[in-house]
């Protein structure tokens, strides 16, 4: 029978299909880890006061990609170049989405709309990987090589969803409310697009490491579709609503250590 886990369980067992994803999660993880780094160093003077939670968040990210190196290497595996069409980090900064790379590479400050803007797409992208990690802890979270891994970076993505819904609401009580709406909106649209895209191209490539015959590939792809359209008449909107978390400040102190074997 063709499931969630099923499906992961294959890819975990071969090694070039598991290095494919490890490095894909690695590649994306580590662009986040530089992003948030330099949107710290960039925060405008009035928000000074957010630079330690935004430069925890790119420490957890920079933590998660050297824990998915970390799982290549203990089964003596290297990271390889990913496809650009599996680049779901680079092809969301190609289509506007989040804070252009070049404006990241300045050395003016940032304004509290870029801030927003930030903050907006963190709450997107986030929603999603919050989404991806609880379902590789619901099937994986006893598995003796990704278990503490998986469970641990779960739980910062839960983290760190949980901040931009906090921040994003400071915010709308300031007066940045239709901003943010607008921008959520744009950004949602946006990353379902992208996350089909990308998750074709991916099963594309596990499909020709596992042998996968066209049927398999059919039905994947089907399903990859029956997701982007159910999120595009509405499922969308999961990704853009703000409410007040259970976890206050969780970002309020420093990144945890990553596993042991890291």
Aim: hydrophobic share 40%; aromatic share 6%.
């Amino acid at each position: 029978m063709l499931s969630a886990k099923s499906l992961f369980q294959e890819i975990l067992d071969n090694d070039e299909s598991f290095q494919l994803f490890c490095s894909i999660a690695a590649s994306g993880e580590s662009q986040g880890g530089w992003e948030n780094a330099r949107i710290a160093a960039l925060v405008p003077e009035s928000e000074r006061a957010l630079a330690p939670k935004i430069t925890r968040h790119g420490a957890d990210e920079d933590k998660h990609g050297r824990i998915f190196n970390a799982l290549m290497k203990k089964r003596g595996l290297e990271p390889v170049e990913i496809p650009p069409a599996t680049d779901y980090t680079m092809l969301l900064e190609n289509n506007g989405i989040g804070l252009a790379h070049e404006k990241l590479k300045g050395d003016q400050a940032l304004t509290v709309e870029d801030i927003v803007t930030y903050l907006a797409h963190s709450r997107v992208t986030e929603q999603r990987a919050s989404e991806e990690m609880e379902l590789l802890r619901k099937h994986f979270a006893d598995h003796p090589d990704l278990g503490r891994a998986v469970k641990m970076i779960s739980n910062d993505e839960d983290n760190h969803l949980a901040y931009c819904h906090e921040e994003l609401l400071r915010f709308a009580a300031a007066g940045h409310g239709r901003m943010i709406q607008r921008t959520l909106r744009e950004c949602a649209l946006a990353e379902i697009r992208i996350y089909r895209d990308v998750s074709l191209a991916v099963m594309a490539g596990m499909g020709r490491i596992l042998g996968w015959s066209k049927a398999k590939s059919g039905v994947l792809a089907a399903g990859i579709h029956a997701v982007y359209l159910y999120e595009r008449l509405g499922g969308w909107r999961r990704m853009v609503s703000l409410t007040m978390p259970e976890r206050r400040d969780a970002l309020g102190g420093p990144a945890s250590a990553a596993p042991e074997f890291v």
